[in-house]
């Protein structure tokens, strides 16, 4: 007899054995890790006796020029019956990076249990959410209950850099994988509150390499500094001009086509129990750009944002060196929102970066990539995934859902929808204060666990809607 507390602890350590894999997708080099994952995740399903296929995804081409291949892809499924209908959940196992030296607490690869905590990198996002379906599934096998739909899985290894070869694998396999899938299910985000939310929409995303290079080496800057024109000068310039104070994009054009607020859109913001308070507690900081709950979620939520990750290239260690970098590479990326148009944004901002360096008059070179390119995503709240859903939360937490959107990315959300023409969903039991792609990322036990309830209680409630 196995007690609901050893059953607990073993979920756990499940968790654990996948956050200690460092399958940070960010560095190329390291895709190996995300293989190892992947693996184990696709070993996982088969012992659960699901029918795996590890996908090949095709090559991608970086920045550099380099041509590389692709980590694959899982597609599973479960025993199909035609009676039942048929439901594919995507998720992905690979992570932000991590390091101690950035602020941890505890090993971000070592998930670490703390007063109700599960601590690690992936915690959350996603590998936590991942396994919580598995175990939905499991739930049914090992209490001997017919699952009530038909499970298929679709889990990928490079979300965190924009999904590189899924959407063309989603195309290729649109008559075949999907032929026969009715609804299309993510959990790959967070709650806005501490209640339970159904999610209707994520923004898109577009990243920028903004690279200027210099001379042939780094100097000394007491030998050269003052005679030439800095990379890391141009570079500032350049970043600067894109954002102003307000957070407003200075990219003439980028946010013309933003969809108007309509009054019913407005109103779904009222019910929603954001506390700006909490929230700056949370993420520490005085005040917000925008001064009520409504505008500060639609910042994050319904309109684009710009933000400046990094520079490559420039001197970032503790202490002092008094080097001019030779080569510095600027990373920003633009959160979308319908009705914008990654490519139309990215020839924007180039033209933009153009002509601002071209006002520079610097005989230093400069080269733009843009990469991700990924759509943002809207549901139609009327679809009947979300009639379940909603019913699924009110079955396990005894409340209503709120209805949310989401201001990160998931790629393949939109792809999902246009290719294969299924309703899909975003049923989401990350906690609102989880810190995804943060320092002590974690899921709390509570939501790890509960949410595996969410999800066996929609597979119930999913299939009365058939
Ligand atoms: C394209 C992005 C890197 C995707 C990433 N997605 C998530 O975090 C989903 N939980 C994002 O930064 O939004």
Request: negative net charge; glycine residues 8%; hydrophobic residues 35%.
């Amino acid at each position: 007899q196995i007690t609901n507390n050893t059953l607990i602890s073993y979920i756990c350590c499940r968790l654990k054995e996948w956050v200690a894999i460092k399958s940070d997708s960010g560095d190329h080099t390291k895709w190996g890790e995300v293989e190892t994952m992947l693996n184990m995740a696709a070993e996982r399903i088969k012992k659960m006796g699901g029918k795996v296929e590890l996908a090949d995804a095709g090559t991608h081409q970086l920045p550099s020029g380099e041509t590389v291949l692709l980590p694959p892809v899982i597609l599973a499924e479960f025993a199909k019956d035609p009676k039942k209908a048929t439901l594919c959940i995507y998720g992905h196992v690979d992570v932000q990076p991590a390091k101690m030296e950035d602020g941890w607490a505890t090993d971000p690869f070592n998930l670490t249990e703390i007063k109700g905590n599960l601590y690690g990198r992936g915690a959350t996002d996603n590998k936590g959410p991942v396994l919580a379906w598995l175990h939905a599934v499991e739930s049914y096998q090992a209490t001997k209950k017919e699952i009530p739909v038909n499970i298929k899985l679709i889990i990928e290894g490079l979300e965190e850099v924009g999904s590189y070869g899924l959407f063309k694998l989603i195309k290729k396999r649109r008559d075949s994988f999907f032929a026969d899938v009715d609804f299309i299910v993510i959990s790959d985000n967070v709650w806005a509150t501490t209640t339970p939310a159904l999610t209707y929409g994520t923004r898109g995303s577009s990243y920028f390499f903004v690279e200027i290079e210099g001379p042939k080496l780094d100097l000394h800057s007491g030998v050269y500094g003052g005679s030439i024109q800095e990379p890391m000068a141009d570079l500032i310039a350049l970043l600067g001009s894109l954002l102003d104070h307000t957070g407003k994009i200075q990219v003439v054009g980028v946010s013309d086509d933003v969809t108007p607020l309509t009054e019913d859109e407005r109103k779904l913001y009222d019910n929603i129990s954001f506390d700006l308070e909490e929230m700056k507690n949370v993420v520490g900081v005085k005040h917000f750009l925008q001064d009520t709950k409504e505008e500060v979620l639609m910042a994050r939520w319904r309109y684009p944002s710009l933000s400046i990750h990094g520079v490559e290239g420039a001197f970032s260690d503790p202490g002092s060196k008094t080097i001019i970098p030779r080569k510095v590479t600027g990373k920003f990326s633009i959160r979308q929102v319908p009705n914008m148009d990654p490519p139309d944004v990215e020839r924007k901002v180039k033209e933009h970066l153009e002509q601002v360096f071209s006002t520079l008059n610097s005989p230093n070179r400069l080269k733009v990539t843009a990469t991700v390119g990924a759509k943002p995503w809207v549901a139609n709240l009327q679809d009947s995934q979300y009639v379940a859903g909603q019913k699924a939360v009110k079955d396990v937490f005894g409340v209503e859902p709120e209805f949310i959107r989401e201001g990160s990315t998931i790629p393949i959300a939109q792809t999902f929808q246009e290719e294969t023409g299924k309703s899909v969903m975003m049923l989401p039991i990350s906690g609102h204060d989880d810190g995804e792609h943060s320092q002590n990322e974690k899921i709390s036990r509570y939501n790890y666990i509960e949410g595996t309830k969410l999800f066996a209680a929609y597979f119930y409630e999913l299939s009365l809607l058939h």
